[in-house]
């Protein structure tokens, strides 16, 4: 199944999280858009692996993405090494992806920023011709496959956007996704132990920095993303 984009986070809810209401949106126009998890974020705090792997298949319903998988790395110990890298090549090539969106560059959580340099390294290396990878549901070796562009969801930090999605009417559909997983965010009546995201102001943060990130760009709702390159377009009118 070639994918027009790649979804790829760290954690379940990661993806939700930073870029949620963007594959909504591209979903609803047609797009066919896939998420890896890295992890299944069994080192959380609150929850389990098993109760995230149900979680997040719920939030991928929601999402009406086409295909969603779990690489299975270990939670907070995963390395970005040359093993770490073929694996993450072998799903770029199965996929095709036209973009590939991943975790911020930097951020509070030591995964997000690891995370995101293996995956901007393999995007790199699944380019190059002289790399052997196969896919068990390839058959023979795979072809080589670089994603047009790479981008950068915005996550605890709050670092400056490079380029912000207009994503009104679809934010509803995010916190919908993001909310799908139960143990992970506020519930007054939960008797796990509180988190940085657990806290009522962390779910109020996603309409707030949205509609902040919309103020600055002229609509209701934003999403923000860094990029690895210029971003380019053909002529200025095409920048709103």
């Given amino acids: 199944m070639k994918l027009d984009i790649l979804a790829i986070g760290a954690h379940p809810d990661d993806v939700e999280l930073g870029c949620g209401a963007t594959l909504a949106k591209e979903v609803h126009f047609g797009k066919k858009v896939g998420i890896i998890d890295l992890t299944r974020?069994?080192?959380?705090?609150?929850?389990?692996?098993?109760?995230?792997?149900?979680?997040?298949?719920?939030?991928?319903?929601?999402?009406?993405?086409?295909?969603?998988?779990?690489?299975?790395?270990a939670d907070g110990f995963f390395v970005n090494d040359k093993a770490h890298q073929l694996e993450i090549i072998k799903m770029i090539r199965l996929y095709r992806p036209e973009i590939v969106i991943c975790n911020a560059i930097e951020d509070r959580h030591i995964d997000h920023g690891r995370a995101s340099q293996l995956v901007s390294d393999?995007?790199?290396?699944?380019?190059?011709?002289?790399?052997?990878?196969?896919?068990e549901d390839v058959d023979g070796w795979q072809d080589p496959w670089r994603p047009k562009a790479v981008y950068h969801y915005i996550q605890w930090k709050d670092l400056k956007?490079?380029?912000?999605?207009?994503?009104?009417?679809?934010?509803?559909?995010?916190?919908?996704?993001?909310?799908?997983?139960?143990?992970?965010?506020?519930?007054?009546?939960?008797?796990?132990?509180?988190?940085?995201?657990?806290?009522?102001n962390f779910t109020d943060s996603i309409e707030y920095r949205a509609r902040n990130l919309g103020r600055l760009i002229g609509v209701a709702y934003g999403e923000g993303f860094t990029a690895e390159r210029y971003v380019a377009v053909s002529s200025l009118f095409d920048l709103k």
């Avoid at 393999?122 to 896919?135: A, E, N, R, V, Y």
Wanted: contains cysteine; aromatic residues 6%; negative net charge.
């Fill in 41 to 73: 974020g069994e080192l959380g705090t609150r929850g389990t692996a098993e109760t995230r792997d149900m979680e997040s298949d719920n939030a991928a319903s929601i999402l009406n993405v086409a295909v969603r998988t779990n690489m299975e790395f």
């Fill in 161 to 200: 956007p490079d380029v912000v999605v207009d994503v009104t009417g679809f934010l509803e559909k995010k916190i919908e996704a993001v909310m799908a997983y139960k143990t992970q965010f506020y519930d007054p009546n939960s008797e796990e132990p509180e988190t940085p995201i657990s806290s009522k």
């Fill in 122 to 135: 393999s995007c790199f290396l699944s380019g190059l011709l002289k790399i052997d990878t196969k896919h």
